[in-house]
């Protein structure tokens, strides 16, 4: 890991991307109850204390997602992670928590939707090459610790997000949404998906964070309690 008051480069950008989603991920999956308090330990992240899945399963799979979502990123073929929180009775989708990645890479917009299987947990561990431009050599504006500032109060916001979500009423589970550019090599075991809307849902936007090469907006959208069948 890169010391806090270094100049970030495309590959530390791409390093802090992606333990900002592995933690917000875990973060998330915590605070919700999708998986027991017991099975989290506490780690120091960001100058906060953060909880971290002790699951092997779970670790395993998001082991997998993360490196493929590490080459994704350094091709610049991100453009947002979506975590589906869905009821196992209902299978409706109750939350969806979005972040938007921002780039730089000159494609035409186009997006393919690639669910990262999730059944404790369908892990697929394939690694897509690196594509190396002169893009890896270029330093950034801004030091590691000015961006993990940044990530530090999107992960508060997560952890304050109990006081307005509504109760998850039913036992739940997640799925992983990746949206890439067309563009994008898309291992073969990973299935093409819907996006996984909330219909008469509220959306509350949580704040940002930029690297001098990405740039992540995210948002938590969620179904209102009155809709929900108690």
């Known amino acids: 890991m890169v010391a806090s008051d270094t100049v970030i480069t495309l590959k530390g950008s791409v390093e802090i991307v992606s333990e900002f989603f592995f933690a917000a991920i875990n973060s998330i999956l915590y605070q919700r109850g999708i998986y027991q308090p017991e099975t989290f330990k506490r780690e120091s992240k960001y100058g906060l204390t953060v909880l971290t899945t002790t699951d092997q399963g779970l670790l395993t799979y ?20 979506a975590l589906v929180v869905s009821g196992i009775d ?3 989708t109750l939350e969806r928590w979005q972040f938007n990645v921002s780039v730089d890479n000159g494609t035409d917009g186009s997006v393919e939707i690639s669910r990262a299987g999730n059944d404790e947990n369908k892990s697929h561990n394939v690694i897509k090459d690196n594509i190396i431009d002169n893009k890896a ?7 590691v ?52 809307y909330i219909m008469n849902s509220q959306e509350v936007k949580l704040r940002s964070f930029t690297t001098s090469f990405h740039k ?3 948002m938590v959208t969620y179904k209102e309690k009155d809709e929900w069948e108690l």
Request: a negative charge; charged letters at 25%; aromatic letters at 6%.
């Open 62 to 81: 998001l082991s997998s997602v993360m490196s493929q979502m590490e080459s994704w990123l350094t091709d610049g073929d991100v453009q947002r992670l």
């Open 90 to 92: 209902s299978g409706e």
């Open 137 to 143: 050599t270029k330093m950034g504006k801004k030091t």
């Open 145 to 196: 610790k000015e961006v993990h500032d940044e990530i530090q109060a999107i992960i508060r916001q997560i952890t304050a997000s109990v006081t307005f979500l509504p109760l998850l009423n039913e036992p739940c589970s997640f799925d992983l949404l990746i949206y890439t550019n067309t563009s994008a090599v898309v291992p073969k075991k990973w299935a093409d998906s819907d996006p996984c």
């Open 216 to 218: 992540v907006d995210s």
